[in-house]
């Protein structure tokens, strides 16, 4: 995700915190209705000047629309892993599908030792990319 799309999603998230429409935060900060729902899609890029307005029609600060961790939703990061993983192959789906089994082993047995875990991931990928290129 991008700095426009973060940006775009912190403004959503808080016109819906107010229970306002695209239209009631676009009269708020003097702007189009239209240009709030390209900015919110993280289509536009925004002025400093634009931001301005947009926080302050939101009563929040311009920094808080700026924070740069990302909200972690569930949905949308499963969207997110279905949108990368499905444009490729069914030999590279097995390959991701691996070194996601291998991290999820280790967040499950966090006693096991952190460089062999690494080195059998390490591993994993080698092999695995050494026979698709058998």
């Not at 536009?44 to 311009?62: G, H, P, Q, W």
């Not at 030792?113 to 990319?129: C, M, P, Q, V």
Request: a neutral charge; proline letters at 1%; aromatic letters at 6%.
């Amino acid at each position: 995700m991008n700095l426009p799309q973060i940006v775009g999603q912190r403004i959503r998230e808080y016109r819906k915190q107010k229970n306002w429409t695209q239209e009631q935060l676009a009269e708020a900060a003097s702007i189009h209705y239209s240009y709030i729902g390209g900015i919110e899609r993280g289509d536009r890029n925004i002025s400093l000047e634009t931001l301005e307005k947009i926080a302050a029609a939101l009563d929040i600060t311009a920094g808080d629309l700026l924070r740069l961790e990302v909200v972690l939703d569930k949905q949308q990061l499963l969207d997110e892993h279905m949108k990368l993983v499905s444009v490729r192959s069914a030999e590279e789906i097995a390959l991701i599908t691996g070194i996601i089994r291998a991290l999820l082993y280790q967040c499950k047995y966090p006693k096991v030792n952190k460089r062999e875990a690494i080195a059998s991931l390490l591993f994993y990928i080698i092999i695995s990319i050494s026979i698709k290129e058998c």
